[in-house]
């Protein structure tokens, strides 16, 4: 699809006008980090940042959701409601290419072949992603491809302080109808393509290789030593999808963010939990992300994000966990010695 190249006021005019129609999200600046919220429409969003406090599985999966409202009416049936899909057209813009690109893993739980979550999907087709190429990568972030194009519908990558407009799908195509802007020449690219930052792969195949060997390995006691627990990285991780679905007093069926580190995760009604120590929980949450969804959906479900490097209370880096992990002893190995 096309490049094109856009002065500062002409971005602006068009994210002005695209806020005529659609509720326009951008990052913006809070007490603890940035987060997504509606854009003034005033002047183009910051630059300044490196990833939202909170992940972009907010906007589609929300923390807390109500599935269905009902009321017990004595001797009748109970009364039931159901939200109303949400039809609002809206655009995030300046969501950064690695979180872009963790909605196409979690496209696989809410829109899969078994199952489709109809509020999930409502919001994803209504919605416009619309990235901005990070300058550098941040200490804590992994992402292969700093110019990812995955997830996103137009990917934007600022280059001598214009921007260099990437049309990556038809919906993308659609909001760009019209523009009039000049297409980008040969040495604009050349130039944008200088700033791509690559580096060493920190997940490849051999980490899913190696997962495959170490189940009941040592390896995990030991990791999991300092982790507490807390559940920081499951909710911060824009991939991470696991939720609980409760019924509060007022009638009503909420569906909420859950977290597999926690130890009632897994408890059941019995008293017996399948996971019943830190060591079960982290296996499973690394398994989950590097393994079993690999296994699924050909696809690691860790986007190199860094959220849960820079939040984990303990200093307990998913990156130096995978280093470990790569370096251990498989089974067999471990039988032998
Ligand atoms: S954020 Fe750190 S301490 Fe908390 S559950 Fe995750 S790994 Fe453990
Ligand atoms: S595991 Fe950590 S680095 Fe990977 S996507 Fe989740 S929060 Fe980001």
Redo the contacts with the bound molecule.
């Keep these: 699809m096309s490049k094109y190249i856009m002065f500062g006021e002409e971005l602006l005019q068009w994210l002005q006008n695209l806020a005529k129609e659609s509720k326009v999200l951008a990052p913006v600046k809070e007490e603890y980090g940035y987060t997504f919220a509606e854009w003034d429409k005033k002047s183009l969003p910051g630059d300044d940042y490196r990833n939202t406090l909170k992940p972009p599985k907010d906007l589609f999966f929300p923390q807390h959701e109500t599935l269905l409202k009902y009321e017990k009416i004595k001797g009748e049936n109970p009364l039931v409601e159901v939200p109303d899909i949400p039809e609002d057209k809206r655009v995030i813009f300046g969501i950064r290419p690695c979180d872009a690109s963790s909605l196409v893993l979690l496209d696989n739980i809410f829109m899969g072949e078994d199952y489709v979550d109809p509020y999930y999907e409502a919001r994803r087709s209504n919605t416009l992603i619309v990235s901005l190429v990070c300058r550098t990568r941040g200490k804590s972030c992994f992402c292969e491809d700093l110019f990812s194009t995955k997830g996103s519908d137009i990917l934007i990558i600022k280059v001598d302080g214009n921007y260099l407009v990437e049309i990556l799908t038809y919906r993308g195509e659609a909001a760009f109808k019209g523009i009039g802007s000049k297409e980008a020449d040969e040495k604009i690219v050349k130039k944008a393509d200088k700033l791509k930052r690559t580096q060493e792969e920190v997940l490849d195949k051999d980490i899913f290789e190696k997962l495959r060997t170490i189940y009941d390995n040592p390896i995990w006691k030991q990791l999991q030593e ?9 909710f911060l991780c824009p991939t991470c999808h696991c939720f609980d679905i409760t019924d509060d007093k007022r009638g009503k069926k909420v569906r909420s963010w859950d977290s597999c ?1 926690f130890a009632s995760f897994t408890k059941q009604a019995s008293g017996h939990n399948p996971r019943p120590t830190g060591t079960e929980r ?1 296996r499973q949450r690394i398994m989950h992300k590097f393994y079993y969804f690999p296994e699924k959906y050909h696809d690691i479900a860790c986007v190199g994000c860094g959220r ?1 490097v820079e ?4 200093n ?1 880096d998913i990156r130096q966990v995978i280093e470990k992990i790569r370096g251990c002893l498989d089974e067999k190995s471990l039988s032998a010695i």
């Design positions: 300092k982790c507490v627990n807390c559940g920081v990285c499951t580190m982290l849960c939040k984990c209370p303990v307990l």
